[in-house]
């Protein structure tokens, strides 16, 4: 697995991280939204690449891993309630892409996080590392190399998980 995680809390500036989780539960989280890439269903609402959000976004990335947007390939809104673990990777859709989920609105406890799995074989995985779910924590890691899955089917509660999920070719500062 070649991971390359990168985990930073208190990504976004506060008052616009509180704006963002506010602003995350107001949105339409509709069936003509979801995604069912390997199963997966997330419900989404996209971020057009000209919206200045963009930028602001860009700005944290930046700061905080050195490296700026090349190429965006899709930013949206997302709103995820799955029970059961699906650990897939994104080699199909984002191959040689930067994933970054920003965590807005949900359950701070660990099984609402991402996790991420070591592939034993085509339907057998093994939960390597589990990142929890803490408002304004930001993850970025290979798309295509890291197996991952939302980790909400061991949650204790019903609430969804509220991000901002990117997926974007990365230029490095220099």
Not at 144 to 161: K, M, V
């Amino acid at each position: 697995m070649n991971l390359e995680l990168k985990i930073k809390d208190n990504f976004l500036p506060k008052e616009l991280f509180e704006k963002l989780a506010t602003y995350s539960v107001t949105l339409e989280y509709s069936s003509k939204n979801i995604d069912s890439h390997y199963g997966n269903v997330l419900l989404s609402n996209v971020i057009h690449s000209d919206d200045n959000l963009i930028k602001d976004l860009e700005k944290s990335i930046i700061k905080h891993f050195n490296i700026k947007i090349k190429n965006l390939n899709f930013a949206a809104f997302s709103c995820v309630n799955i029970k059961k673990a699906i650990p897939h990777t994104d080699t199909e859709v984002f191959p040689n892409e930067k994933h970054l989920i920003i965590y807005l609105n949900g359950d701070p406890k660990l099984n609402t996080g991402t996790g991420f799995y070591n592939v034993i074989d085509e339907d057998t995985f093994d939960l390597h590392t589990a990142i929890g779910f803490f408002p304004n924590r930001a993850l970025m890691f290979n798309a295509a190399d890291s197996c991952h899955s939302p980790l909400l089917y061991a949650a204790e509660s019903n609430s969804p998980r509220y991000s901002i999920m990117m997926w974007f070719e990365p230029e490095k500062i220099d």
